[in-house]
């Protein structure tokens, strides 16, 4: 066994320095009794030649405007990303990676945004990562197009072959194939191994032909040199670098837990980890100067800290030209600088379009598109799109062109269809500095739900619009009506789901929209016309629920609560109900998520606890809905699914007309 102690030999020294990546990947692993320590170790020669030579980037300013990002996809490899925050001097210290995994440490089990320096985006759930990528290298695409080449930076990525396998990433890896972005790099991880086994068990493709076919620079560089062959890697990727107008894919053939004596090149490496022998057995042969658990000699560590003076020379280099340019372009520095510390304009909330109960009824995907037009007319770095529906939900951004390859300088963007990548698109927008939206019909939630529950995880304030809500849009029928998707939607933490009564509630929830900071935002509106109501305050999207019609003629016996469609439902109900004496309150709930944080004296005054007659009406499930009505209350709802048919029909033949409202409140009482 050779052992390396103290060198000044440059090859020795990055074997070295590569080696302490993966012992401490090991290590981690080991005292957690819970990781994947197989990928990290064979990928650290990657990260060692991406961190200390490639990415443009300053561990002592890890917010740097202009720095490279870089994406964890296979975010089951975290212990890759922590070794090199902490080796490179993000400030992630080496208790931190012996706190791997555990309760409130900064090194969970995968990668959290905002949990520690240099951590980009929430990754784990495999193919996310690469989808929040196309993201990020669309958002520095259309920075450079607003600021122009102060802007310029990669976005790398590792993947994995789980990430791969993912459909997502298809989608993601034809949208950026598609729009030219040069600034993606995806270094693709083919270790062949899943937790299963091999992987030729269940994939037999040439994934690098199908992302040429998707418009890829794509190399397959073969077998992961060692340490001391590290040149040629470092030249693929700044080959990579080169590439202007397509995202680039450079394959690696790894060898998952590399240097393990008898798990070496098993599923067994992948997801467990090694036990005490096989570490000591992979120390030995990769002539490891200590067995001591987190060892890092400190010539290695000395040699990764000096990443933090080369980045500090880049960014200075980068701020003086800088400043030069914010010198003569004074007002878009601002609004850059502003955007990235997701601060509005000034008076940003003057002018917003209001509607008159004289009006014409209007759906509320058209009155969305009015608020759109004056969100984006205030807030410049509102921009999005649509999964090829635009004309559907009328989410679209006036007088101004859509994205194509090249021309980076619209405000809207064709996602395709492609829902699930739209979304986790979307939140890398907004990381990157926009106030992103996506929109598709609210039924095709269940086709991006994931990127939206992690938006709510990582506390990135997306905006999703959804149309067509319920059985309201007719004769599309069940396979496009949204019966469960709302209380899926509302059980979602840290996200607000709002469902607007009329045109006015829809632009209050525009402007509720752009003003968060860390809560995402679902709006779902109506296809079908509504009557626009009187009295809706300015706060009722904040408070989530509000008395829109006071019982006549003293207290309430009965409060009738209602959502979007189903409100002005209820108001007529009313009627009814005041005709045979009943005293009748009508409550609009455009938002339950907020109605629930708001304080309990404000609930007791929309819903008093006197009153225990108290009836939902919403055209979707009712399993939520007890919250709000009380064990003495009654749900009026769809818990089966709808049918084809004209939305008159469907909302007569499924109860929800004023007469059946009020018939069923009727037997309440009684």
């Known amino acids: 066994m050779s052992v390396v102690s103290t060198t000044t030999d440059t090859a020795a020294l990055d074997k070295l320095s590569v080696d302490a990546i993966r012992v401490l990947s090991m290590d981690a692993v080991e005292k957690a009794n819970s990781g994947h320590p197989g990928t990290p170790m064979a990928l650290a020669p990657l990260a060692y030649v991406l961190f200390t030579r490639v990415m443009k980037h300053n561990p002592a300013n890890p917010t740097w405007l202009d720095r490279d990002r870089f994406i964890l996809s296979a975010g089951h490899a975290s212990m890759l990303l922590y070794s090199m925050l902490y080796l490179t001097g993000y400030g992630m210290e080496l208790e931190d990676l012996k706190g791997f995994r555990q309760l409130d440490s900064k090194t969970p089990g995968h990668p959290e945004y905002n949990h520690a320096p240099g951590i980009e985006v929430t990754t784990g759930p495999l193919?996310?990562?690469?989808?929040?990528?196309?993201?990020?290298?669309?958002?520095?695409?259309?920075?450079?197009?607003?600021?122009?080449?102060?802007?310029?930076?990669?976005?790398?990525?590792?993947?994995?072959?789980?990430?791969?396998?993912?459909?997502?990433?298809?989608?993601?890896?034809?949208?950026?194939?598609?729009?030219?972005?040069?600034?993606?790099?995806?270094?693709?991880?083919?270790?062949?191994?899943?937790?299963?086994g091999e992987a030729s068990m269940s994939i037999s493709e040439d994934t690098g032909k199908r992302y040429e076919a998707y418009g890829w620079h794509v190399e397959d560089l073969g077998e992961l040199p060692e340490a001391t062959e590290?040149?040629?890697?470092?030249?693929?990727?700044?080959?990579?670098?080169?590439?202007?107008?397509?995202?680039?894919?450079?394959?690696?053939?790894?060898?998952?837990?590399?240097?393990?004596?008898?798990?070496?090149?098993?599923?067994?490496?992948?997801?467990s980890p090694l036990g005490d022998e096989e570490i000591r057995g992979a120390k030995e042969a990769y002539g490891y100067p200590s067995m001591e658990p987190f060892y890092v000699a400190d010539e290695a560590l000395a040699h990764f800290r000096e990443t933090v003076g080369r980045g500090e020379e880049l960014e200075a280099e980068w701020q003086k030209r800088y400043d030069a340019w914010k010198a003569d372009h004074a007002d878009l520095a601002a609004e850059w600088e502003r955007a990235m510390r997701q601060e509005l304009p000034d008076g940003w909330e003057q002018d917003m379009p209001t509607w008159s109960a004289d009006d014409d009824p209007i759906a509320t995907r058209k009155a969305g598109a009015k608020a759109l037009e004056w969100v984006a007319s205030k807030v410049p770095n509102v921009v999005g799109g649509a999964a090829d529906l635009s004309t559907s939900t009328n989410a679209v951004i006036p007088?101004?062109?859509?994205?194509?390859?090249?021309?980076?300088?619209?405000?809207?963007?064709?996602?395709?269809?492609?829902?699930?990548?739209?979304?986790?698109?979307?939140?890398?927008?907004?990381?990157?500095?926009?106030?992103?939206?996506?929109?598709?019909?609210?039924n095709f939630l269940d086709y991006c739900k994931p990127p939206l529950r992690l938006a709510a995880l990582a506390r990135i304030p997306s905006v999703f619009v959804f149309t067509?809500?319920?059985?309201?849009?007719?004769?599309?029928?069940?396979?496009?009506?949204?019966?469960?998707?709302?209380?899926?939607?509302?059980?979602?933490?840290?996200?607000?789901?709002?469902?607007?009564?009329?045109?006015?509630?829809?632009?209050l929830a525009?402007?509720?929209?752009?003003?968060?900071?860390?809560?995402?935002?679902?709006?779902?509106?109506?296809?079908?016309?509504?009557?626009?109501?009187?009295?809706?305050?300015?706060?009722?999207?904040?408070r989530g629920a509000y008395v829109l019609r006071e019982a006549q003629g003293g207290e309430p016996r009965l409060i009738l609560i209602g959502t979007g469609s189903e409100v002005h439902l209820c108001m007529q109900a009313a009627d009814l109900l005041e005709q045979d004496g009943i005293a009748t309150r009508v409550v609009s709930a455009p938002c339950l998520d907020r109605f629930e944080l708001a304080d309990a004296d404000y609930r007791e005054s929309v819903l008093p606890s006197g009153v225990r007659a108290r009836m939902s009406v919403e055209a979707g499930a009712t399993i939520g809905w007890h919250r709000w009505t009380g064990d003495q209350g009654a749900t009026l709802g769809l818990d089966g699914f709808g049918a084809s048919a004209p939305q008159k029909d469907l909302y007569e033949h499924f109860g929800f007309t004023p007469e059946n409202i009020a018939s069923q409140a009727r037997k309440l009482l009684a």
């Open 468 to 507: 067509h809500d319920s059985i309201g849009l007719g004769e599309d029928g069940p396979t496009h009506q949204p019966v469960e998707q709302l209380w899926a939607l509302r059980a979602t933490p840290n996200f607000d789901v709002i469902r607007p009564a009329d045109a006015n509630e829809t632009a």
């Open 127 to 196: 193919g996310q990562g690469i989808a929040n990528a196309v993201g990020f290298a669309l958002g520095e695409r259309m920075l450079n197009a607003r600021y122009g080449d102060i802007v310029d930076h990669h976005t790398f990525v590792i993947a994995s072959d789980g990430d791969m396998e993912e459909g997502v990433s298809s989608e993601a890896g034809s949208l950026a194939g598609h729009l030219g972005l040069g600034r993606l790099i995806v270094v693709y991880d083919r270790n062949h191994i899943t937790l299963d």
């Open 510 to 542: 525009w402007k509720h929209a752009v003003q968060q900071t860390d809560t995402p935002v679902a709006m779902v509106l109506s296809r079908q016309n509504l009557p626009v109501q009187d009295g809706v305050p300015a706060d009722a999207v904040e």
């Open 399 to 442: 007088d101004s062109p859509a994205i194509v390859a090249g021309d980076y300088s619209g405000r809207n963007i064709n996602f395709g269809i492609r829902e699930h990548a739209m979304a986790a698109a979307v939140n890398g927008l907004v990381v990157q500095g926009f106030r992103a939206f996506g929109s598709t019909f609210f």
């Open 230 to 271: 590290l040149d040629d890697l470092e030249a693929a990727l700044n080959r990579a670098k080169e590439e202007a107008d397509r995202p680039s894919m450079l394959i690696l053939r790894t060898h998952i837990g590399i240097g393990a004596p008898t798990l070496h090149d098993t599923a067994k490496a992948h997801g």
